[in-house]
């Protein structure tokens, strides 16, 4: 199974200012036939199920505010807050949907 | 846009089964995939499986292969989990989702919370 990773465990950071989060897989998630990286970014908050921010590594999902960005290649991933607010308080998961069984990363709690 | 609706919360003894439905409204389940994740109190998100139901492939995580089971019934556009012999620390929020035929989860239940207890 590929085994998902991610720094920190958790960061407390000021309104307005930025929010960076690496995630690592065990293995390549890039699809070479199509060039798709199978990696996505969960938004979790207390009491809501999880809301999806960003796929095939960089790609924004419909209605998620702009802050939100990815980027990476291969195994080594990042989700940028750009200028942190007070709604994004939640935990982050990254998510490799590449090979099943499919895996989360544990999580990086961002608090202000 | 599709919405996910999920049965209610249960408390199951320990080494009984659960079954968790997922019902779904305003589109079909048929060309999707349909995957289970759970959270347990404290802890982390886990996938434990999925299905594609036009294609009958499934996946399991291989800490629940043999204890869980995952079906998706096309003629009320309604899917399944079935856990069985359940334990304490199977205590955890259960959600489905509804995701791309790359197995992109999209669209999440509201959860259904599971209790075991003696």
């Known amino acids: 199974d590929i085994v998902m990773t991610q720094s920190p465990d958790s960061l407390a950071v000021s309104l307005g200012d930025r929010a960076t989060i690496s995630c690592k897989s065990s293995?390549?998630?890039?699809?070479?036939?199509?060039?798709?990286?199978?990696l996505a970014w969960y938004q979790k908050k207390t009491g809501q199920p999880p809301k999806l921010l960003i796929y095939w590594a960089s790609t924004r999902e419909s209605g998620v505010p702009d802050r939100f960005s990815g980027s990476g290649s291969g195994t080594d991933f990042t989700l940028t807050i750009s200028s942190l607010q007070a709604e994004d308080v939640a935990v982050y998961y990254c998510h490799q949907y590449y090979n099943g069984p499919f895996t989360f990363g544990p999580g990086t709690r961002v608090d202000i | 846009q599709v919405q996910l609706v999920q049965s209610g919360a249960e408390v199951k003894n320990p080494g009984s089964s659960v079954t968790v439905s997922c019902k779904a409204s305003g589109d079909s389940l048929r060309m999707y995939s349909i995957v289970w994740v759970r959270q347990a109190p404290g802890q982390g998100l886990e996938w434990m499986g999925g299905?594609?139901?036009?294609?009958?492939?499934?996946h399991y995580a291989k800490k629940f292969q043999g204890r869980v089971t995952v079906t998706a019934d096309e003629s009320t556009n309604t899917a399944y989990m079935e856990v069985n012999r359940l334990r304490f620390d199977d205590t955890a929020m259960y959600y489905c989702a509804r995701g791309t035929l790359n197995w992109l989860p999209d669209n999440w239940g509201q959860g259904t919370l599971v209790t075991v207890s003696s």
């Open positions: 293995q390549s998630l890039l699809q070479s036939s199509n060039n798709k990286i199978f």
């Open positions: 299905i594609i139901p036009i294609f009958g492939t499934s």
